[in-house]
C-alpha cells in the first residue's frame, strides 16, 4: 500500500522532529527533556499503531491474522491470547518482550507459538512485540490484545492500560463487535474511555462487526449482520460506522490458510447428490451428521475453515462456474468484506498516518509538560515551543484531521455535499486536487476556486451548532492556507505556475 500525501500534510510531522532535536541539543535541555524527546521522536518515526480491541472471543486474533496475513496470532474459542502483543515489521521474524521498565529481552519462540510464561513474571510484562518479515507491516503496526473482561483480570488490567493511556500507546482503533453475542452496553466501557482520552488527538476507531456468517439463521447473512452492526454503531457513540464482517473467512483467505485440499473436497460436495447437499447445508449439526459425501474428519476441516456459510458460498461459486481452487478463494475473499475494510483502513488512518503520528507526538509533548519530574527551565523552554508549534500554520493539517475523526465519528456533522468537499479537502493530493480543481489549473484558478469554497464553509458555520462550526472554520482556514500558497507560487509577476 503506498500512501500519497500532499506536501503540506508532512510538515507537521517536520516540524516535530525538528522540536526533538532541538529539546536533544537544547542548552537548557535537562535529562529527562532529552530522554522523553528521544523517545517521541523514536515513536514518531515508528508506523500507525492500531491497536484490535474488543471482547474475548469477539474475533480479534482471528482479524489480527487476516490483516498481518498469516497465521500468527493464536485463536479459539478458549481464551487464547495471553498478552498484549505487536505485529510489526522486522527483516526477519523474531519476538521481543518488553517489560514495564521498557528493557527488551529476545524469547526463543516461533511468533506463531508465543508461550503464556514468557520468563517473566506476566505483571512484569508489559507488551512483546513479533516481528514479521511481511508487506503487509510495512505502514503499521497491529496490536493484539487479550480483550475486555478477560478471565484473568490482569489480562483485563493490560488492555485497558494500553487503551486508557492518554494513547501514548496507540494510533487509531478497531473496535471488534461480536455478532454472536449481542451487544452489551458495559462491553463498550472501556471503548468509551479510549474515545474520551483520544477526542483531543482526534484518535480514529473503526468498528467491526466480526462473524457475520452467524447472522441470518441460515439465509443470506448480511442483511442482518448490517442492522447489527448499524445498531452497535448507533449504541457506541463515536465510532460512526461499524462494518460487518465475516472474520474467519477473511482469516483463511488472507492468511493462506485454504488449501487445495479444501478446494478439493469443496468439488468432491458440490458434485454429490443435490438432495444431501441441500440437507447437509441446512444446519453446521446436519453438516457433521451427515457422512454420505466426506469423511468426519473432512467435514470438521471444511466448517473449521469456512464456516457453514463458507461452505455455502464455495459451493455457490462452483454452481456458478468456478473451476479452479483460486476461483472459489476470490469468491470467498468477497464474501468476507475484508478487502472493503483494509480500504477504510487506508483511507482513515494509513492515508493520514503522518499527520496522526505527528499529533500523537504532539500530544505526548503537552504531556510531559505537565510531567512534575520535568526541570524548571525545560518546562519554561518547551512550554514556549510547544506554544509556537501550536499556532503554527504550517501544523494546521493536525487541526484538519482532528476535524476530519470528528466527522468520521459522528461527533460533528455537516450537509451531505460539505461532508464530501472537506473530506476532499483533508485528503487531497495536492492543493489543486483538495479544492477540486484539475491539477494544470493556474494559481488564478485554484485561488478563486480556494475562496469560493471557502466561502461556502464560512456562511455554513454562522448557520449550525458549535461543533459543525468548528468544523467549517478549520475548512475555511484550510481554504485560506492554499490561497496563499498559490499566491505565492504566483509570484510578484502574477505569472502562471503549478497549482
Ligand atoms: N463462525 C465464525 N467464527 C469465528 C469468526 N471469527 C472468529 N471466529 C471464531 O471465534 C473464536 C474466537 O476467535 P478469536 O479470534 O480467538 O477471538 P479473540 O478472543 O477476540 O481473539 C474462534 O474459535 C474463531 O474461530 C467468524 O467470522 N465466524
Ligand atoms: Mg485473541
Known sequence: MTVESHDAADEPLRLIRELCSQSADHANADAVLAARAAAIARSASEPVRIAVTGRVNAGKSTLVNALVGQHVARTGPVEATAHVIRYRFGQFDHVDVVDVDGR????????????????????????????????????????????????????????TRLLGSAGADVDAAIVVLDADSGLVAQQHRVVENYLASREAAGGTVVGVLSKADTAGDGRDPWPDAE??????????????????????????????LFTQALADDLATLAASVPRTRTI??????????????????????????????????????IDGGATSATEVADALRAASRIDELREVLRRRVLAHASTIKAAAALDQFEALLRAPELGQDARLWLGDQVEELRLDPRLHPVLEHEALAALWSGAARLPEELSV???????????????????????????AAARELGGRFRTHAFRTNPRAAWLAVVAERSCLLITQRARARRGPSGGPGRG
Not at 468537499?421 to 485561488?447: H, K, M, N
Open 104 to 159: 527488551r529481552v529476545p524469547l526463543r519462540a516461533a511468533p506463531d507459538a508465543i508461550p503464556s510464561d514468557v520468563g517473566i513474571p506476566a505483571t512484569r510484562v508489559d507488551h512483546i512485540e513479533v516481528f514479521l518479515s511481511t508487506r503487509e507491516l510495512t505502514d503499521m503496526i497491529l496490536v493484539d490484545t487479550p480483550g475486555l473482561e478477560s478471565l484473568t483480570e490482569d489480562r483485563s488490567v493490560r488492555t
Open 227 to 256: 442492522k447489527l452492526a448499524r445498531s452497535a454503531a448507533a449504541a457506541l457513540p463515536g465510532v460512526g460506522t461499524v462494518h460487518a464482517l465475516c472474520t474467519l473467512l477473511a482469516e483463511t483467505v488472507s492468511a493462506g
Open 280 to 317: 447437509m447445508l441446512l444446519s453446521a449439526d446436519r453438516f457433521t451428521a451427515t457422512d454420505d459425501v466426506l469423511d468426519a474428519e473432512r467435514r470438521g476441516r471444511l466448517l473449521e475453515r469456512l464456516g457453514l456459510y463458507g461452505v455455502r458460498v464455495a459451493l455457490g461459486a
Open 421 to 447: 468537499a472537506f473530506e476532499r479537502l483533508v485528503g487531497g493530493a495536492d492543493d489543486a486536487d483538495r479544492i477540486g480543481v484539475s491539477a494544470t489549473a493556474d494559481p488564478r484558478t485554484v485561488t
